[in-house]
């Protein structure tokens, strides 16, 4: 079965600074993988998402994510956050043939001043 | 474009008690999704249709826990004699038939 781990349930980072988010998935071929974000008492926004071709991939206001298939990771980067990235975001992972998502258990990110 | 609509927001049932909740797709989105979301087990897949159909079921709980999609503009999540346990966000989610998915901002359950 598909399995999603994101290792850091809390990450504090000052503003300006560079964030990376890991995100490591279990799966035998290679699934599409999605970061979305979630901002307090509303739904999740997609920020990007690999289905195949350049690991590194560009997403919304910033935010790019490379995949490893090595690594089995997707993980998330920024090279400056802003305060208003504080939120929780979450990997998932769909596979070949099935479109329903798995989630890691999402990582709350906190920027401070 | 309003987005994917659930309706209510928030909902407060007694233990026993049936709770229905809504989604309205994007119009035009032939797929809808449902899931929930707790803080012990994070977020959970429930269901899925495609052009109405029912697809995908197997995140549902056997018992107490339905859902349908009567016409292409809206679903329902009915869950019959609500438990404390099934204190949640429910997160309906649509898209046009592809992998990326447009959420909903969720309805809130509790159970008292």
């Known amino acids: 079965a598909q399995s999603v781990t994101q290792p850091d349930a809390r990450v504090t980072v000052s503003e300006g600074a560079s964030l990376q988010l890991r995100c490591k998935y279990s799966y035998s071929a290679t699934p599409y993988l999605f970061w979305y974000v979630q901002y307090p008492r509303q739904g999740l926004q997609l920020l990007l998402k690999?289905?195949?071709?350049?690991?590194v991939v560009q997403g919304v206001n910033g935010f790019e994510a490379e995949f490893s298939k090595s690594n089995s990771s997707f993980h998330l980067r920024k090279a400056s956050v802003h305060w208003s990235d504080s939120a929780v975001y979450f990997c998932?992972?769909?596979?070949?043939?099935?479109?329903?998502?798995?989630f890691g258990a999402g990582t709350r990110l906190k920027v401070i001043a | 474009n309003a987005g994917v609509i659930q309706t209510p927001r928030h909902k407060v049932t007694g233990k026993g008690q049936e709770a229905t909740l809504w989604c309205e797709p994007i119009s035009g989105h032939s797929a809808v999704f449902w899931y929930r979301q707790t803080i012990v087990q994070g977020l959970e897949f429930l269901t899925y249709f495609r052009n109405q159909a029912p697809i995908d079921d197997s995140g549902m709980p056997k018992e107490r826990f339905s859902a349908q999609m009567p016409n292409q503009s809206h679903s329902t999540l009915k869950i019959q004699s609500t438990q404390p346990q099934d204190s949640a966000v429910y997160l309906c989610a649509s898209s046009t038939g592809g992998r990326e998915v447009f959420f909903g901002k969720g309805t809130r359950l509790t159970v008292v």
């Open positions: 690999y289905y195949s071709g350049d690991p």
């Open positions: 998932a992972v769909s596979r070949t043939g099935n479109y329903k998502y798995v």
